[in-house]
């Protein structure tokens, strides 16, 4: 059974700074893709971050570009989204979902909150 646990969420001030991780279980890591998504309160979810199974490649929204870095351990069934420099409008549920590159089958994480406020 496949398993995604987020963690690492938390209340932060503006420009401060927050590392998530995902740690996955019941899967072959290295054959998914990687993914961060968030969704606001009365907003649709939306796609922050992609990493590769390498982790060569990575993408970012045009929000994340610049703040926000994913990366992910194979070894260890990890991906991180360290956020920096964070803002209000970042506020939001954060999920992992991993991607199986031969089916493009998805899988999430429960979730975990990121407030940013003063």
């Known amino acids: 059974q496949v398993q995604l646990v987020e963690s690492g969420g938390g209340l932060v001030q503006p420009g401060g700074s927050l590392k998530l991780s995902c740690a996955a279980s019941g899967l072959i890591f290295i054959n998914y893709i990687m993914r961060w998504y968030r969704q606001a309160p009365g907003k649709e979810r939306e796609l922050v971050a992609t990493?590769?199974?390498?982790?060569?490649?990575?993408n970012y929204s045009d929000s994340a570009k610049g703040r926000f870095t994913i990366s992910r351990d194979n070894a260890k069934k990890l991906a991180h989204l360290q956020m920096n420099d964070l803002k209000p409008e970042d506020t939001a549920v954060y999920y992992c979902?991993?991607?199986?590159?031969?089916?493009?089958?998805?899988?999430w994480g429960q979730g975990t909150q990121v407030t940013v406020r003063t």
């Open positions: 979902n991993a991607r199986y590159v031969a089916t493009a089958k998805g899988h």
């Open positions: 990493i590769d199974t390498t982790g060569y490649r990575r």
